[in-house]
């Protein structure tokens, strides 16, 4: 602690407000906690400004761009499409992110949550001490959680510069690039990827792994790919990437393949190969809240640390980096602190999606677990060709593929490739959530023509009695 | 297309039942509901009927053969129906009064067996894990009586009143929990008690009744009966109760009991055992874990002192305390009544002398502790006194037991009890 310095009581602080320090301190503060909480940046984390929705928003621009300049069978000719990129920019910032994260804000002040605006580290098990644009303050606090997310790996021979960017860069690029080169073909790698091959830029995409969408099985990702290369997108997997040359105004990147050194010049490189858990600054070694060997924080199933009045949650804990895992944490990080002690995260199914060209989802059980883990299951798939909606949509790539367990019939896991994959995933994640059988889900009455028809189908075909198959 | 049936529950929380015949072959072709085998469990010979219309192209068992609930039993080529919700597995599911002390009213010719499905998850909904979380209750240890095998918020919320394991019953609390206290008690605010008619029985009776047969059948058991002279012992609690009073404790001559059968068991390990018929093999267990016999108002349970040799009295009065609160608030979790390795039922608070102790569980003894009486006996002058007898009830599993250890293992018991101070020495 700084000599002099007298530190304010404060009850619960919350450092960083992501969608899981948002969350969690809407959900203390209903439950009747005083909140404070800190963020350095903006509030809404990396996900609300650079992160889930502002890509999502230029993944839609790109369908829209790509439908506008594509032959329909339908007849629709549209001529001379163009797109004002600095409209998109601005609209992105504008209206989609901005009316976000002051909605954020004004749910925060609804709740009487204080908004600190500064960067916290801790001094010890009850201090932290912010540091402001001018002066710092200190904090004690009777609860914290930590939130505080994470952020782009850089590799040290590719630092981030003007032509060597990361994902936020890749999302406010002034000009929409002739060509783009991208190290890591995870979901951030492939959606951006996608954004941009559907705008016109020739990608290439350099994998250390020998596929890309690592989570996905390659039946999911195969139409994927497929469409990428068909947009002139270009894939290189198990490939090392070496180092890179900036000049200014393009950027060269060497990488490795069956040995061989090969180059790819482009307008910018977009190194996405993962993101590190924002733990290291932020004086953990002040306190006893321990890492694990990954270098993210050890919490309970309440998400309580070492120190029983410290949590941590979101991207900072072990497990996918994923919005809705964060949330999830922070509403049982703020139940804890209000005294629930029954609050746990018991779930049984954690879905995921990518927003590639067409959509990813996936929920509990997956292919590789089921073979791992020698699962007694049956697996039934559907394809979308076989649905009205779909097909009145002009868009039937794609199947759902049902798990279910053999002797029960209880759904375990379900993958969806396809339109609105990442809408239908919650009906699928809720089944399996509250132990549903497929039998379950033929019973149910789905709507008619819909895409979630589709699911209805498939389990249908998982209880040998299918209609449209 | 290929289907295969299996074993379905045909009885009341049946896990197994011997294929007795074949009613089909290989080759046959079966309509819906046709019966296809001869099955008989602990209590009865049925049919049972296939699920499904088509041919049969393998029977996984020979007749005579034993078969687990949900083992492969028929493969069908043909139109399959899955075996879901067929006439005779209609569940009937009422839920009573939201009231917390009032015991829902299930009654359910479904399974009963805990449905786990492939990658080990059980069949209930988030509110139902989270009910069951808040509660300390495994459930794993719940019996489901949902659709398909899922546990219900209902089947939690009565877990502690309603269900015990199979393990966990034993019979002659029961009568004493019938004895002991008024009718109304027994079940509060249960359904309805006819007097004339059928009534379901509730899944407490249910799990008592399954056990106690199942204990019946398989164990050929002896009843010891004694008794043995404690004025010593009745002296040398009078002398500890205030003191323990003083500290909280409630010294009872049952917490007495346990420490002495735990020396017993130490001294005679085969009452402190297992017998594996399928190995061949007996388990001696390490420790002493004593399965307490509790009556409460909704049944009966058996929470567990662990290490009860290595506890002093004064500790196992404390925790006989606090377990028995624990059932009778309905508290117990299903940890507290894991892991006894011998188990004392006590009638002597309901003034039972002897009694026939049916053995808990994989257990090979059980102690039936009775009421201290005076009655009339001769001392070493030849005078007719007054004596203070507690009588005593040792049963036995005869597989592992002959009566000669059991009575030597009884009498050594009974030197304990019959003077304390033997127990410092001994234990
Ligand atoms: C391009 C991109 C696309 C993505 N798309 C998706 C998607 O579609 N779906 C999905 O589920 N996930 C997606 N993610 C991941 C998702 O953004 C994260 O999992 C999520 O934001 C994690 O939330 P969080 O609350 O843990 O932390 P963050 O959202 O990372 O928020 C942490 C906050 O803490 C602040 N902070 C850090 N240190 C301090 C400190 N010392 N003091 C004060 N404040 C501090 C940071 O400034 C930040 O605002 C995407 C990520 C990226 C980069």
Redesign the pocket.
């Known amino acids: 602690m700084v000599v002099g310095a007298q530190a304010r009581d404060v009850d619960t602080i919350i ?9 969690a301190a809407i959900r203390a503060a209903e439950l009747g906690q005083k909140v404070t909480i ?19 928003a230029l993944i839609n621009v790109g369908h829209h761009y790509r439908e506008a300049i594509s032959e329909t069978p339908f007849g629709l000719e549209t001529e001379n499409v163009t797109l004002d990129w600095s409209k998109t920019q601005s609209w992105k910032q504008n209206t989609v992110v901005n009316t976000l994260t002051s909605g954020v804000k004004l749910l925060l002040k609804k709740h009487h949550v204080d908004i600190i605006k ?4 801790f001094n010890d098990n009850e201090t932290v001490n ?1 540091v402001q644009d001018d002066g710092h303050e200190l904090l004690q606090f009777n609860n914290a959680i930590i ?6 790996i850089e590799i040290p021979s590719m630092p981030f510069g003007d032509r060597i960017i ?3 860069g ?2 406010s690029l002034e000009q929409i690039p002739e060509k783009l080169i991208i190290v890591g073909g995870g ?2 790698g492939s ?2 990827g996608g954004v941009y091959a559907n705008l016109g830029t020739k990608v290439t995409i350099i994998e250390g792994l020998d596929h890309t969408l690592n989570g996905f099985d390659h039946e999911m990702t195969k139409p994927v790919l497929d469409d990428f290369k068909k947009q002139g997108g270009e894939v290189v997997t198990s490939a090392t990437a070496k180092s890179a040359v900036q000049t200014a105004d393009h950027v060269t990147l060497n990488y490795e393949v069956d040995g061989k050194e090969q180059s790819v010049t482009g307008d910018y490189l977009l190194v ?1 190969v993962g ?1 590190r858990a ?1 733990t290291d ?2 004086g953990l070694n002040n306190t006893d809240v321990k890492l694990t060997e990954r270098g993210v924080i050890d919490v309970a199933e309440n998400m309580q640390t070492r120190v029983p009045h410290i949590f941590a ?5 072990a497990g ?8 999830f ?2 509403k049982i990080a703020a139940a804890a602190i209000s005294g629930d002690k029954q609050a746990r995260d018991l779930h049984y199914s954690l879905p ?4 590639t060209q067409f959509e990813l989802a996936t929920t509990g059980e997956d292919l590789e677990t089921i073979k791992s883990d020698n699962l007694e299951v049956k697996i039934s798939k559907f394809p979308f060709a076989g649905n009205g909606r779909a097909i009145s949509m002009d868009d039937t790539t794609g199947f759902i593929r049902l798990i279910s367990d053999k002797k029960t019939n209880a759904l375990l896991g379900a993958q969806i490739v396809g339109p609105s994959a ?1 809408d239908l995933i919650s009906e699928l994640s809720l089944a399996i959530e509250n132990g549903l059988t497929t039998n379950d889900i033929s019973l149910t009455i789905h709507p008619h023509p819909t895409l979630g028809e589709a699911i209805m189908d498939t389990a249908e075909l998982a209880d040998g009695l299918p209609i449209h198959i | 297309m290929t289907e295969i049936f299996t074993m379905p529950d045909i009885g009341e929380g049946m896990a197994e039942g011997d294929i007795t015949s074949w009613l089909v072959k290989v080759g046959d072709v079966v309509a819906m509901d046709d019966p296809v085998a001869e099955v008989q469990n602990d209590k009865l010979l049925q049919e049972i009927l296939s699920p499904y219309a088509g041919k049969v192209t393998h029977l996984y068992v020979d007749a005579g053969t034993t078969v687990e609930v949900g083992d492969p039993l028929i493969e069908f080529d043909g139109s399959g129906t899955p075996d879901t919700g067929s006439d005779e597995k209609t569940v009937v599911e009422t839920t009573a009064p939201s009231s917390e002390d009032e015991v829902p009213l299930v009654t359910s010719d479904d399974t009963t067996q805990m449905v786990k499905v492939a990658n080990g998850h059980v069949l209930a909904m988030p509110s139902v894990r989270h009910l069951a979380f808040e509660k300390g209750i495994d459930l794993t240890t719940v019996t489901p009586t949902g659709r398909h095998g899922h546990v219900t918020l209902s089947d939690v919320e009565s877990f502690n009143k309603e269900n015990v394991s199979e393990s966990q019953a034993v019979a002659p609390v029961e009568v004493a929990t019938q004895q002991g206290t008024k009718p109304n008690d027994i079940t509060p605010k249960a359904p309805e008690v006819l007097h004339e008619g059928r009534q379901p029985m509730t899944p407490t009776r249910r799990a008592i009744a399954k056990a106690m047969g199942a204990q019946n059948a398989t164990i050929p058991s002896v009843t010891n009966f004694d008794s043995v002279e404690v004025s010593k012992l009745v002296a040398h609690r009078s002398s500890f109760k205030a003191q323990a009073q003083a500290d909280g404790v409630r010294l009872t001559y049952l917490a007495y009991a346990v420490k002495a059968l735990a020396a017993t068991a130490k001294k005679f390990p085969e009452i402190n055992a297992s017998v594996d018929m399928d190995t061949n093999e007996i388990i001696y267990h390490e420790d002493v874990n004593m399965g307490i016999a509790v009556n409460a108002p909704s049944g009966l349970y058996v929470p567990v002192i662990m290490h009860a040799d290595q506890k002093s009295i004064l500790t196992i009065a404390k925790e006989i305390v606090e377990l028995s609160e624990a059932v009778r608030e309905g508290s117990i979790t299903s940890q507290q009544m894991r892991g006894s390795t011998i188990t004392i039922s006590n009638l002597g608070s309901a003034r039972g002398t002897w009694f026939t102790p049916i053995i808990n569980g994989k257990e090979v003894a059980i102690l039936g502790l009775g009421t201290i009486v005076k009655e009339p006996m001769i001392d070493e002058n030849d005078d007719i006194v007054v004596g203070q007898n507690m009588k005593l009830s040792l049963s036995y599993d005869h597989r592992l037991i002959d009566g000669m250890l059991g009575q030597a293992a009884l009498n050594y018991l009974k030197q304990l009890l019959a003077d304390p101070a033997y127990m410092l020495m001994e234990v």
């Open positions: 450092i960083g407000s992501g969608p899981g320090g948002y969350v800190i963020e350095r940046d903006e509030i809404g984390g990396v996900c609300l400004n650079i992160g889930c929705i502002p890509s999502k500064g960067e916290a580290t912010i939130a505080t997310g994470s952020r782009p990361d994902s936020t890749a999302l979901v951030i959606e951006l996405a993101r924002n600054a932020i949650i979101g991207d900072i804990t996918p980096q994923l919005a809705h895992k964060a949330s944490q922070g995921a999606v990518a927003y990442s």
